[in-house]
């Protein structure tokens, strides 16, 4: 056979890739040391081979855990056989693949009837799934190392009645639009492409024909979704991506679920090249990967919205590919040198390789954050995120659409970092992955009774009650809308949106507000929430910070013995530790975590709540973190309540110098100054003796606007929908 | 004058060491950055000069804080005038001094009648020891400098004033066996050898005659020590530091404490070298150097012992001189350098200079840690603390003497590190040293009823009271007995004691192993702690882990509501969160923190409890930190009552790759094997099915004796006070 055309079938490694690869010497580079660590983790199987089992496990049993360490090990063989010629890698996929020929067909459906899509290998088509993402691959890099007779068994007697079992005989899943799913359009598409099997390829972009059967999976929820008119892969992308990235289950999930995107998308680019799928809806794939990177903190840690498992980071394995490809096939930046180089490790493709070469030429840089919005839905109609970033501090507010499944009842919610760690936490989700003693490490009923529950949440609650009344599908149908998002201007950068729906009769309206100003050593969170009412309502404001609460100006009398703070929505978990009342239009509460001290200035109504709590109530299995917070309770009145506040970041303190700073903040008092159906104004000043205004228009986001109002005398003039004014000053 | 009596009478830095040290380009080396570093600092004050306002305030005021400013300032204008020439440090310390010199002769007593020792530029005499401490230097290294005329009218109207009113004005004070007293003998001697004055000099190492009052300080605690015979600088040595240079506050005062011992000590080095005194009591100074850094965890923190604030490390500034004097006084050891390198700064002493020759020349490696027995009490016979160390686990048990007013009821109490964080907590002091809000800065009533008693420590509890009934000067009297302390074998480590006076009727004997094994993933500990009774007693046996609680063979109850554990000697401040039973002679209690898994190993009889707690009951102002614990319960019978149990480190848990492994632990029975009035043995199996037996004999420790016991029909025969059988292998 002629060299040239060796590797023709590779879905993962063109010819031409191999060529200019193998031309280099690699050694020294990070590619080099990569491939040396994969023929070190390889070695042991090309003596012993790899056992193929006739399916019975479950996750975490032994026919489970060898059918995966077939497919990476497989994928990984043909990687290294087309790399370093080395036929014993081909021979170890060869006589692995012949055991699935002679088993396989003998195979039904798993023993095991948990799942709605039962697979063959595994208990659920998912994990076939993942098994032919990975192992179309390895049989793409020995396609023409093979005889025609035998490439002809293996197509017609394994991998084309898998791709039918995934596709035509498994409908209900592969037509799907889900994650799970994604992974059987791609893998149907990839072995497609390695057989040169149009029909298995137009199935996979494009979906089997839509049929009207109202089938649910494990969870109950609906397999079709409503009005859905495609499937298929590019329907995947089209579904899961908002128009600037944004992975609807958040970033968690997004990092798992970017590899049959990427995977599916490289064997597409080298195989169907005229699809362009990298420019595929205006590039969305490359700006997934860099909304990925923007929701991690200074740690590089994932933001922990929605179920999320908090450290998680972008350390993990599974973004080795979204780096080199983001690299590679976007546009070379730099910064993602850097963290690839974190990573210490490429993929064994080109873009791996391309990386390792420009990384050994000393090129990287400093990953670069900054302010953004993500919008949600595939038309970035339904909500988003907004990333404010202002030296060591990052304010996420969230407002998507719910995210089904692992979707929390957090609209409107924010959460606040300081270099690098929460100061006010979203508690992610009640689970240890993996870890057996937590029920097997699945998510915990925790989960759904705490972490998913409104209260868990830095956002208002009503009377008690969760968002939606905690009711998935009800929340899944609509979104919460931006109103603005502004982040030119470094000094105040605002997010700002509105909910109408999560309550009846409530209209929830959140402005953050991150401001830098040198009056104060550290960038300080002005917060405008205003609750309008259509009859009087319990308004609940909870802060989930970490540390040690060092003083308020409430006066906190503290229980002698402790009951939890409900019997449902998240507030049986909690302990009431002690409560006192506002006595003042303005208190303080101040804390201290780790290096800084915090104050929230808050402009209170006579009669508010200060309730402080800690979790742990109702936790029979000890499944959660007993993390404090501190609640603020306003009866609401029917209309407008607005819930203002500033939180500062301030002073320092350390254990060795023992030396304190500023232990209390620099704000002396906040007041809402002016507050209508049109404008929210807050004023506060400082211990200098300066003043400042921020206003907001709560129905007019036009930057083409200009407003004009008089608060106390003083004319306030502005264009856009908000200004800070110092007031001593000019603007 | 002669240049080469320029600074004959410096205390700090003599004529030739100058010399050598300005010989040298310093540049470049750490010597030369400090002392660049302390010219800028020194830079304002030689415009602005040094304010000497009459005296009025207290800690933390004006007057208070520029007295303090005054004499650091003075001190190191002494030097640099000593190292650079420029004679406007000179000019500074002597407008400084006539400034003093005009005003301390009209100054009475302070106002403030708070202290039973009141000073006269500050509110007690210790400040105003401290202030001659650095100002006899200061003046020391100006002295030939000034002309004779100015010199006796410093002398005359204010040092030798001075000195007497530390001295024999105020004898209950000067004459106490105290560290707060070892600054006067510091500062009247340090003086006394800039002037010459052997008067003086004699006061400072031998104190006053001793007279019989009874006189009694701040907090009443008697100023002379029952049958103290001596007083002085020399007593103060003899009294503070155990042979073993332990002193006897622990090591948070010690790092305090060091400066006015080693800086006079250094006065004496220079100006009277016939007294040897690096040498005095076999170098026991030098000795309490390295027993400090012995003290520290794998980040350089202070083992929280007594009254201390976590978080104090070896990074602090007052180490500084330790570390150099240290380093050139005692063996040169190459590991104190690389503790200079982390400090980057060195005192602009001799010692700090060869500190800084030696690094620049690349010299340094890791500062050694070691396994080591630290006794307690003027002749080492006041019980003391072990430290065993293996791989990344540090182990401390304290059986040392009360300690005096810092002192914690504490009694064979230990705690256990992995990798520089703690697995198992001493609380150390509820105090935020300098933080305003939390009452000053001052300790908190908190630590007196919380963390001082015995149940915030890892020990046994009587009844639920705290030793000695939580009485210091019962304490004070009688201290536990070290038993055994080996470390030679480095696979089996051992220390014990005994303490028969805590509680009437009460004989505690504890023994911890820490074993290293290679059938161990990591070294553990066996813990032998019996407990023999005079009549029925409770016993509790607290653990104070970190991280979360995973799971327990034991089913526990938690509470709906919460109550403290009990109404005194720390039991308020505890929120029982829920108990159990054991119904086995045989159960584990599982929990994670950070990277690990804990699992200790009980051998239980049935009946034990085990109660889940929480710190912050009672705890109006939140000054606690809410941490966990878990208590071991057994209604203790008549004779002896042993717990005994073996605490294992495994596996580990990554929230990067989720990946879980070993999260149960690898022994699967604990028995207690024999157990008489001579010996304690306990036998553990693995799930390797390897069976070993632990014994001691609880009465002779000698390493001579040869013993020999039979454990169901197998022969055990070692020599020496224990030993560890494998039992499937001979020994
Ligand atoms: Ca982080
Ligand atoms: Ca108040
Ligand atoms: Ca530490
Ligand atoms: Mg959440
Ligand atoms: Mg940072
Ligand atoms: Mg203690
Ligand atoms: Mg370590």
């Not at 005229?274 to 590039?283: M, N, T, V």
């Not at 109530?617 to 407008?640: E, H, S, T, V, Y």
């Amino acid at each position: 056979m002629c060299v040239s055309t060796l590797f023709a079938q590779s879905v993962t490694l063109t010819e031409g890739e191999v060529e200019e690869i193998i031309a280099v010497d690699n050694q020294g580079n990070l590619f080099g040391a990569s491939l040396a660590q994969a023929e070190k983790e390889l070695a042991p199987y090309l003596e012993s081979g790899l056992d193929v089992p006739t399916p019975k496990d479950l996750a975490g049993g032994y026919t489970h855990t060898q059918h995966k360490v077939n497919y990476f090990t497989m994928q990984r063989a043909g990687l290294l056989f087309q790399i370093t010629g080395k036929e014993a890698y081909a021979e170890l996929i060869k006589t692995t693949l012949e055991k699935y020929l002679k088993q396989y067909p003998t195979w039904g459906r798993h023993p095991s009837e948990k799942s709605y899509a039962r697979g063959k290998i595994f208990w659920q088509c998912l994990n076939d799934a993942n098994w032919l993402v990975y192992t179309s691959q390895a049989y793409g890099s020995i396609y023409n190392w093979l005889s025609e007779k035998e490439r002809k068994q293996f197509n017609e007697k394994l991998f084309v009645p898998m791709a039918n079992f995934l596709s035509i005989e498994t409908p209900h899943f592969f037509n799907r639009l889900h994650n799970h799913s994604t992974w059987a359009n791609a893998g149907v598409g990839m072995i497609g492409l390695v057989m040169q099997n149009e029909g298995l390829i137009q199935k996979a972009l494009y979906g089997l024909p839509l049929n009207t059967k109202t089938a649910t999976d494990n969870d109950g929820g609906s397999i079709q979704k409503e009005g859905q008119t495609k499937a298929g892969f590019l329907a995947q992308i089209d579904h899961s991506f908002s128009p600037d990235g944004y992975y609807t289950e958040g970033p968690y999930y997004q990092r798992y679920a970017m590899y049959p995107f990427l995977i599916f998308a490289l064997s597409l680019e080298h195989q169907k090249k005229d699809l362009k799928i990298f420019e595929y809806r205006d590039g969305v794939l490359l700006k997934a990967i860099d909304a990925l990177l923007q929701q991690t903190d200074d740690d590089g840690e994932f933001f922990p919205l929605n179920d999320a498992q908090k450290g998680m980071s972008y350390y993990s394995r599974e973004l080795q590919l979204s780096l080199a490809l983001g690299y590679y096939y976007g546009n070379q930046d730099e910064g993602l040198l850097s963290l690839i180089q974190k990573q210490s490790r490429v993929p064994l493709t080109y873009s791996g390789w391309k990386s390792a070469i420009d990384l050994a030429k000393g090129i990287g840089k400093k990953f670069e954050k900054r302010s953004i919005y993500l919008s949600d839905g595939p038309k970035g109609e339904k909500g988003g995120i907004g990333v404010l970033r202002s030296k060591e501090h990052e304010l996420i507010m969230k407002f998507t659409q719910h995210g089904m499944g692992h979707g929390h009842f957090d609209r409107l919610s924010y959460s606040l970092n300081y270099d690098g760690h929460e100061i006010l936490q979203d508690y992610g989700a009640a689970r240890y992955v993996n870890i057996h003693q937590k029920d097997g490490g699945g998510y915990l009923r925790e989960n759904k009774t705490w972490a998913k529950q409104t209260i868990a949440h830095n956002t208002v609650v009503i009377d008690g009650q969760s968002q939606f009344d905690g009711k998935v599908k009800v929340a899944d149908r609509i979104a919460p809308d931006e109103f603005v998002f502004s982040a030119e201007n470094q000094k105040v950068q605002v997010v700002s949106a509105k909910e109408n729906n999560a309550y009846e009769g409530v209209e929830l309206f959140r402005t953050l507000a991150l401001i830098t100003d040198e009056s104060f050593e550290n960038p300080f969170v002005i917060d405008l929430y205003n609750v309008k009412l259509s009859e009087e309502a319990e308004i609940e404001l909870p802060y989930h910070y970490h540390g040690q609460f060092m003083s308020s100006s409430i006066d906190l009398t503290r229980n002698q013995t402790l009951s939890p703070l409900g019997e449902e929505d998240g507030y049986q978990h909690l302990w009431k530790v002690a409560d006192g009342e506002a006595d003042q239009d303005y208190e303080q509460i101040n804390w201290f975590d780790k290096t800084r001290f915090y104050t929230l200035n808050v402009a209170s109504n006579k009669g508010d709540q200060l309730v402080m709590a800690r979790l742990g109530a109702n936790d029979p299995n000890f499944n959660l973190r007993n993390d404090p917070c501190f609640i603020l309770k306003r009866k609401g009145q029917k209309g407008n309540n607005l819930m203002a506040s500033v939180l500062e970041t301030h002073g320092s303190y350390s254990t060795v110098t023992e030396a304190s700073r500023n232990s209390y903040g620099n704000i002396n008092s906040v007041t809402i100054s002016f507050h209508t159906d049109e404008y929210s104004a807050i004023s506060f000043t400082n211990k200098q003796d300066e003043e400042w205004t921020f206003i907001i228009s709560t129905v007019d986001k036009s930057s083409q606007t200009t407003h004009e109002i008089t608060i106390e005398d003083r004319q306030y003039k502005w264009g856009g929908p908000f200004a800070l004014f110092r007031n001593d000053l000019k603007q």
